[in-house]
């Protein structure tokens, strides 16, 4: 059996999330488009970190939820790219040499390592501040809908989401147990996987119980993720993650306390129980699927 | 004649400035409540670093334009402390080690020396993020209404605003011209300034013309602001300003390039300009004097 492979962009995707994903980087630039007198350095450090080869996986659920894959909807593209810009935001500093003191993410050196500490940590206020703008800005979208997709965005990044995490993983990790690990990992990867996916369930207008189905689904998404982004820290070279691998030695991970067996039979569990709670969305699973299998590789396969 | 002291809380403002700026502080301490899981070192160092002792200028600004002084309006103390929340942000930032790398803020020792980098920066993304999460929440306000006022603070951090402005600061000033340095303070200090009355505009639903002389208003008193600390700079000590001092030493800085005399003037014709928008504005100019002769002292009195 391969190993997850995330990062692995060189497997096409099937037609309509190709679409989907060009289209959502399209926009990713247009909304970074800078004035005349925006310091140069701060708009590359930007575009280095924003525009970098990365898999899109949160703005893509964005959009699937809120449109599926076939009708380019401009409003969901542009969520999406604000949660994108919020994930890249949080890439930047995680990586800084007070956190995980990283070199490489996606495919690049990280934005500290080409323009220097201060500047990358601008580039990460700029992008955070900047999605909000974009949702601020959805034309499209009635204010009542934009002021909750704002709500669900905030509530991602603060006291029970991103920043929280973050601070809980510098703090060490030593003598917890995999459901402490599993609340980790909620705050670090779960909650924007959750928020993406319930700004495109907002968007789309679906019914509560649709939304829980929607919440359900990415909930064990984001586990079954952040489990296979573990297994690949240790099983992975740095090309191959197109990142720093081995950060987490002396760290605590589902991997470390299960071993990569049991650790694989979980992420496979998480994702059946998200394909479960897929089929009570009421949304057309097949682009989920198709997502689902290129960025798991035979272990989504196998568990769907 | 005595220097600006924008630090000095010695001297008790007019009754109503006071009941608002207390009422403020509540409201900053009930919007950053963080729930039982939130990781305390983090909850704390956003405390140490939004409820130091300060001025509240810029909230104060957007209560007074919204609402005045007598009224305590919720939603404007609430946007004030957005506001708020964006500043203490870009004031944690600056201060950094690989910024102006300053040990002492608002009274106290800087978020870095007490709480360590990460959790510093961490902290600063928590307060930017808290600041639209508020906004979004302003249920006493239409949902347009706060889609507005997102959009004037996103603006206000951004490529027009502090996060370019300190790029720019960090990449030194040398060989500049006064206009630079004054497009430099618009950067730095004098677009969240305009922000905060724009947004109290906005909130109060003024027509177009009283928000131009609004804005000119906050325009000049932004430029009177920085330059009255960059004067302090030079000329306080550190205890006096409740900061660092010496801090410009190598920049250019309308001081450096005027003298202090000049200076002095220049801070005066701005607060000049910034009296005769306000009556404009048709705001009962009361509140905003008494502020003003607060924060610039005898600088402030005779220019008006």
């Not at 979980?266 to 994702?271: A, G, I, P, Q, S």
């Amino acid at each position: 059996m391969s190993d997850p492979a995330p990062n692995d962009d060189a497997t096409p995707p099937a037609e309509g999330l190709a679409r989907l994903k060009s289209s959502l980087e399209a926009r990713l630039k247009a909304l970074v488009k800078s004035g005349p007198t925006t310091p140069r350095h701060l708009r590359e450090a930007v575009r280095h970190a924003l525009l970098a080869p990365s898999k899109r996986v949160r703005p893509m659920m964005v959009h699937l939820v809120a449109a599926g894959e076939d009708y380019l909807h401009l409003p969901a593209l542009d969520a999406g790219c604000a949660v994108e810009m919020v994930h890249t935001a949080s890439l930047i500093l995680d990586d800084l040499p007070c956190m995980d003191d990283a070199k490489t993410r996606r495919q690049r050196p990280t934005t500290h390592i080409v323009f220097g500490e201060a500047t990358a940590i601008l580039a990460a206020i700029a992008l955070l501040n900047r999605a909000f703008g974009v949702i601020a800005e959805l034309d499209d979208l009635s204010p009542s809908i934009r002021t909750q997709l704002a709500e669900q965005l905030s509530g991602a990044v603060g006291w029970e989401g991103l920043v929280s995490g973050q601070e809980l993983d510098l703090r060490g990790t030593e003598g917890v147990d995999p459901a402490k690990i599993e609340r980790l990992n909620w705050l670090k990867t779960g909650v924007l996987f959750v928020a993406a996916a319930e700004m495109g369930a907002t968007i789309r207008g679906l019914a509560p119980a649709q939304t829980r189905a929607v919440r359900s689904f990415a909930t064990h998404l984001g586990q079954a993720f952040q489990t296979a982004d573990d297994l690949l820290d240790v099983s992975a070279t740095a090309a191959q993650a197109g990142k720093d691998v081995g950060q987490d030695l002396g760290k605590t991970t589902i991997v470390s306390l299960l071993g990569q067996d049991l650790a694989r039979q979980r992420c496979r569990e998480h994702l059946a129980s998200a394909d479960r709670a897929l089929a009570e969305t009421s949304l057309e699973p097949q682009p989920f699927r198709t997502l689902i299998g290129k960025f798991f590789g035979s272990l989504g396969t196998e568990s769907t």
